[in-house]
Structure formats: C-alpha cells, structure tokens
C-alpha cells in the first residue's frame, strides 16, 4: 500500500462483557461477536467501501489491555491481515485505478 495511507484503529475489547470488535472510523462501527449477524457484517463492508472512495487506508488492530479471548484474538489478528491484503489488491487494480485516481 502506498506510504501516505491512513490508519483506522480496529480494537478488540470488551464491552458490557461482550467481546465487540470496533472500527475506528468518523462515526465507529461495532461488532459484537455475541450478538451480531450477518448483516453487521455486511454494514462493516460497505462503510469499508464507501470510506476507501474517499481515503485510502489500512486498518491497525489493538487489542485492549486485559483482554484475554484468545479464540478471538486469533481470528481476528488473522482477519485484520486478511482484509488489508483485500483492500491492497483492490486499490492497486487497474478497475480501482480507471475509477478513483
């Protein structure tokens, strides 16, 4: 990615003892592993997308002081790595570039 990108802070906590993965955004995107559905999901992506139109980023996780899911903190170091690989390869596709640069 290029080196003028931003990060967004993706931190791994607990909230009201709910393990909440929360993307740091303007306006903060939460998703709660005990309570969330697919459509959560589904809202993250397409902030992801809408966000990217205006700025190109990486995310940046954080995993709170204390917390201690280790289930969690795997998949989700895992997912993180994964989803700023996507975000890699889209920007730098010649249909990102044909559109936004």
Known sequence: MNQDSNKIIVELKKENND????FQFKNKILINFNKSDNNDIKEVFKI??????KSIFN???KIADGYD???YKEVVTTYIEELNEEIEQLVNSEEWKE???
């Open 19 to 22: 393990d909440v993965l929360e």
């Open 99 to 101: 559109i936004y640069d």
């Open 69 to 71: 899911v280790d289930l």
């Open 48 to 53: 992801v997308l809408e966000e990217l139109t």
């Open 59 to 61: 995310f940046e996780l």
